[in-house]
């Protein structure tokens, strides 16, 4: 028996389906989903947002009903699609320290910093606030 491992005879899914498999994998792994067995994104309710630079041409974003958002990047020939825990738009600073930890932890640094210059005016007490502030946020992050 030969068994043929090209896509040419799979039909067009609409994102609904995919989004149903991708819910039941785990947050932030990906899924590639070539472009001709799908729609664009924006045609399905997707908005433009960013994320972070993976080579990607453009990132997408559907906020579902509870909370959690599906993220995709577009590259040329193909999709990359995964759920994250908390959309941005609910959530920005939750979505950081939940989805995407290196990021709290830059910003919980830079938060740190920049308190702590601002109560002392004292430029040497500022990487005392970005090394509390990124301890804050390594002790933050949820897993």
Not at 54 to 66: N, R, S
Not at 85 to 109: C, M, N, T, Y
Not at 116 to 132: A, D, F
């Amino acid at each position: 028996m030969v068994i043929n491992n090209s896509l040419e005879g799979l039909k067009m899914l609409s994102w609904a389906a995919w989004i149903w498999k991708i819910l039941r994998m785990k947050p932030h792994e990906d899924i590639t989903i070539p472009k001709r067995l799908v729609r664009h994104p924006l045609e399905d309710g997707f908005t433009k947002t960013f994320g972070e630079y993976q080579g990607q041409i453009m990132d997408y974003e559907l906020t579902l009903a509870d909370g959690r958002r599906i993220h995709v990047r577009e590259f040329k020939d193909y999709y990359k699609a995964h759920w994250d825990r908390i959309s941005p738009k609910v959530d920005p600073l939750e979505h950081l320290r939940v989805d995407a930890p290196g990021w709290w932890v830059l910003f919980a640094g830079l938060a740190g910093a920049a308190l702590s210059y601002l109560m002392s005016k004292r430029p040497e007490n500022t990487v005392n606030g970005l090394i509390l502030g990124m301890i804050f946020g390594v002790l933050t992050i949820e897993s």
